[in-house]
């Protein structure tokens, strides 16, 4: 494996960090503060191609692979983890799913306009009483002549409010396994696409959040809403099973969001530590701050390894669930720590909002929990390694 970037993966990195720099960093707090949706810049990174990244020319898409969508990600987050977050839940999650379990039709009806900006896409997973234990939905989707009735409550669906169209995995009574056995409805979980204005489809409550603020995330909620049968993706009752290949892949993106924002935390202390004078020096000059930004680099640098090796993979065609685990997981944390470090070094000024150090430290949370905690991470990666030593 060569981790080094060819001249068309430079030129993309070079690309979307100068536009990164000139359309959001001059935005930043004032979406973080009104927890305002960049439309503009969502309408721009379009029209970029980042949209759709990772899916074919015929449809739309970049014709581009995940370690170029990597990429992507870790620039965006760089300068604002909340458009980072709308790309990569859009991307990795809603239109991949489509793609990767969706028949022809469903593809060349959803991909070109996802891919393309002109549609936003959602993905809902998590309910209310059913976060890390997915399998233990409650939303329901019951079969109606040639169609569904689907209702129930989706929680935590990052582009809620404004997603054209939403996948959701409920239960399907009936399909494989009957709902609610044991609590698990793992074989028993069917996956749909639903347009925004279907009949008792709607958003629901906005969160207000710790950070990411001008990511939306929203509440779906489905009432009586009926689907037709061309809308189910995939086969019925494999929805969770489903569910699990996109988070293989999703994971590669929240590990890069978080390597992104560690970059640009570790990018702000350096430069705080340049220019903050104490005791007649720079304390850049002190061994106590060398030594954090030594440690922040390293781990930047071990989990950007991880995650282009998880990249690498997914684009020859490998199984990636251990390696996509192990980089979300480590990437995360690593993010987490070099947010804190990074309003350390600033010291009181870290805690301003004048300075980017805060706003790093809130975004940043989010890295160890959406798309499966670290502890679901740990228990993903020790479930493979066990496999691995049993011959399975």
């Known amino acids: 494996m060569d981790f080094q970037l060819s001249d068309e993966q430079l030129d993309l990195q070079n690309s979307i960090r100068q536009f990164a720099e000139k359309e959001i960093a001059p935005h930043v707090m004032e979406w973080d503060e009104a927890q305002a949706w960049p439309a503009e810049v969502i309408r721009q990174l379009g029209e970029m191609g980042l949209l759709g990244v990772i899916f074919p020319g015929e449809l739309g898409g970049a014709g581009l692979g995940y370690m170029e969508y990597s990429i992507a990600i870790e620039e965006l987050a760089r300068v604002d983890g909340s458009v980072a977050l709308i790309v990569a839940a859009h991307n990795s999650l809603c239109t991949n799913h489509i793609y990767v379990c969706g028949n022809d039709e469903q593809r060349r009806k959803y991909?070109?306009?996802?891919?393309?900006?002109?549609?936003?896409?959602?993905?809902?997973?998590?309910?209310?009483?059913?976060?890390?234990?997915?399998?233990?939905?409650?939303?329901?989707?019951?079969?109606?002549?040639?169609?569904?009735?689907?209702?129930?409550?989706?929680?935590?669906?990052?582009?809620?409010?404004?997603?054209?169209?939403?996948?959701?995995?409920?239960?399907?009574?009936?399909?494989?396994?009957p709902a609610g056995k044991n609590r698990d409805n793992r074989h028993a979980m069917s996956a749909f696409v639903v347009e925004k204005g279907t009949p008792g489809f709607r958003a629901g409550k906005k969160e207000n959040k710790l950070g990411m603020r001008a990511?939306?995330?929203?509440?779906?909620?489905?009432?009586?809403?009926?689907?037709?049968?061309?809308?189910?993706?995939?086969?019925?009752?494999?929805?969770?099973?489903?569910?699990?290949?996109?988070?293989?892949?999703?994971?590669?993106?929240?590990?890069?969001?978080?390597?992104?924002?560690?970059?640009?935390?570790?990018?702000?202390?350096?430069?705080?530590?340049?220019?903050?004078?104490?005791?007649?020096?720079?304390?850049?000059?002190?061994?106590?701050?060398?030594?954090?930004?030594?440690?922040?680099?390293?781990?930047?640098?071990?989990?950007?390894?991880?995650?282009?090796?998880?990249?690498?993979?997914?684009?020859?065609?490998?199984?990636?669930?251990?390696?996509?685990?192990?980089?979300?997981?480590?990437?995360?944390?690593?993010?987490?720590?070099?947010?804190?470090?990074?309003?350390?070094?600033?010291?009181?000024?870290?805690?301003?909002?004048?300075?980017?150090?805060?706003?790093?430290?809130?975004?940043?949370?989010?890295?160890?929990?959406?798309?499966?905690?670290?502890?679901?991470?740990?228990?993903v990666i020790a479930r493979e390694l066990l496999r691995q030593a049993q011959g399975i």
């Open 111 to 177: 991909i070109p306009k996802l891919a393309s900006g002109e549609w936003i896409g959602s993905w809902a997973l998590t309910e209310p009483g059913a976060g890390s234990d997915a399998a233990g939905a409650r939303t329901t989707a019951v079969r109606d002549g040639d169609g569904w009735i689907i209702n129930g409550t989706k929680t935590f669906t990052t582009n809620g409010h404004h997603a054209d169209v939403c996948v959701v995995i409920a239960v399907s009574p009936g399909e494989e396994q």
């Open 215 to 379: 990511s939306d995330t929203a509440e779906m909620i489905f009432e009586d809403c009926r689907v037709p049968s061309a809308n189910l993706i995939g086969k019925a009752g494999e929805g969770f099973v489903d569910s699990l290949r996109i988070l293989d892949g999703g994971r590669i993106s929240i590990a890069s969001l978080g390597l992104g924002i560690a970059q640009g935390a570790f990018e702000a202390a350096t430069r705080y530590s340049l220019q903050r004078k104490q005791f007649g020096q720079a304390i850049s000059s002190f061994q106590g701050i060398q030594w954090k930004l030594a440690d922040m680099a390293t781990e930047i640098d071990a989990a950007r390894l991880l995650t282009r090796r998880a990249a690498w993979m997914k684009d020859n065609g490998q199984r990636v669930t251990r390696e996509s685990a192990m980089a979300k997981l480590y990437a995360g944390e690593v993010a987490v720590r070099a947010a804190d470090e990074c309003v350390q070094i600033h010291g009181g000024y870290g805690f301003i909002k004048e300075y980017p150090a805060e706003k790093y430290y809130r975004d940043v949370k989010l890295c160890t929990i959406g798309e499966g905690t670290s502890e679901i991470q740990r228990l």
